[in-house]
């Protein structure tokens, strides 16, 4: 097989949840430039909209889906809405994610919960379900999770998200462990940890931690528009047929600071 072959993952099928916008639009974005039908979802209808108009625009075929995985009961109606569209799912990139600022000793229980609900248990979820409806049977598939470079290590500088640092970490492990269980499906689990990138929900942080992040970054700038594309690409396509359990770190390097 020829390297542009192993790359090709044109007529795909690929869910991306938390798709709207921020990191999981810029990945829909690149799976879709290289000819992935789309599926995304995400809890407002109206910013799932403003994403696939921009799809189109793009000559991106994409199903919009509200759904809020914290309401773990709604996942198996959302992934029998992409098998009725599509048929099929190729590639799952767990992406949705919540995050809470607060001190370790005053951190609610209730904020703590709602962050590994839906960083953790609505992964572990979707993952299960379309692994039985359609991987595991049909004995292949990607699944990508996203995880963050908070979860290879404490909190960032100037940072309190004890829930979310903690989340991203069983992230990985997570990874790890079905991985190791799934491979005999020809299922491939691994995860990308990226770094901080401008979008929405980093905004008020980097407003006041963004110049000492840039300074402590080797290559001197924050994740853009496009750092993410060609990782999920590479993940999602037969160029990572023999790598599974594994992460990826997309950071400009300050995780090795």
């Not at 809020?68 to 992406?95: E, H, Q």
């Not at 989340?167 to 462990?177: D, E, G, W, Y």
Request: glycine letters at 12%; hydrophobic letters at 45%; proline letters at 3%.
């Amino acid at each position: 097989m020829s390297v542009r072959e192993l790359f090709d993952i044109s007529g795909k099928i690929a869910l991306i949840t938390g798709g709207s916008r921020g990191l999981g639009l810029q990945m829909a974005e690149g799976l879709g430039e290289m000819g992935c039908r789309l599926a995304i979802t995400a809890r407002k209808q109206s910013e799932l909209d403003e994403a696939a108009a921009h799809l189109k625009q793009a000559g991106i075929e994409v199903l919009t889906l509200a759904c809020d995985l914290s309401k773990f009961d709604t996942i198996p109606g959302m992934v029998d809405a992409v098998l009725a569209r599509y048929g099929s799912i190729d590639v799952l990139v767990n992406n949705a994610g919540a995050s809470w600022g607060a001190p370790a000793e005053d951190h609610p229980l209730d904020a703590w919960i709602k962050v590994m609900n839906l960083n953790v248990t609505a992964m572990f979820v979707l993952s299960q379900y379309v692994g039985k409806q359609v991987m595991i049977p049909r004995k292949s598939g990607k699944i990508i999770n996203i995880s963050s470079v908070s979860g290879l290590s404490g909190n960032p500088p100037g940072t309190a998200t004890l829930a979310y640092s903690t989340s991203k970490a069983a992230v990985l492990n997570f990874t790890r462990a079905l991985a190791s269980e799934w491979g005999k499906y020809n299922i491939n689990v691994n995860a990308i940890c990226p770094g901080f990138f401008h979008t929405k929900l980093s905004k008020g942080l980097l407003e006041v931690i963004g110049d000492e992040e840039i300074a402590r970054t080797p290559l001197g700038h924050l994740g853009g528009e496009d750092d993410l594309k060609g990782t999920v690409v590479f993940l999602a396509s037969e160029a990572a047929h023999h790598i599974t359990g594994q992460y990826i770190t997309v950071d400009g390097g300050v995780s090795i600071t």
